[in-house]
């Protein structure tokens, strides 16, 4: 199984962000949030849920980098990746239509997130098409 370096690319940048996203608010919660206009308080238990979420967007992370190295990871990576960045949009597209407009950072973040999960379907698409002719 083959895999452009437009690909390996597109895994190498959202891994990138996804590990800078995860890692940071699982460490940094309250800086992180509040460059949002997000303050998280003293709520240990709103501390507790922000670091779990960001702990799973660090796995993700780690599963797309490794993508990157280990070509038996590649198409679990390329799943992984546009699948946590559409998840996360979806996410915030609801809270748009059930709480309302965030902040503009937030508003961005969701316009992005969408534009490299749906990149990322278009390039496991492309990638599965020449792999069924390949083996045709």
């Known amino acids: 199984m083959k895999f452009t370096t ?16 995860g890692g940071s608010t699982l460490l940094f919660p309250e800086m992180i949030k509040a460059a949002s206009g997000i303050d998280l308080g003293n709520n240990i238990n ?3 849920e922000t670091r779990a979420s960001a702990a799973l967007l660090l796995v ?41 407009m ?11 997130e969408f534009i490299l999960g749906i990149l990322g379907i278009v390039l496991l698409s492309i990638h599965l098409k020449k792999q069924s002719h390949d083996h045709s």
């Open 46 to 48: 709103l501390l507790n």
């Open 6 to 21: 437009i690909h390996k690319t597109y895994l190498s940048i959202t891994g990138l962000l996804l590990l800078g996203i």
């Open 102 to 112: 965030p902040v503009d950072s937030l508003v961005k973040a969701t316009a992005l």
């Open 60 to 100: 993700a992370a780690l599963l797309t980098l490794s993508g990157v190295v280990n070509r038996y990871l590649t198409q679990t990576a390329t799943i992984i990746a546009p699948l946590s960045f559409l998840a996360i949009g979806l996410g915030r597209l609801l809270s748009i239509l059930l709480d309302g």
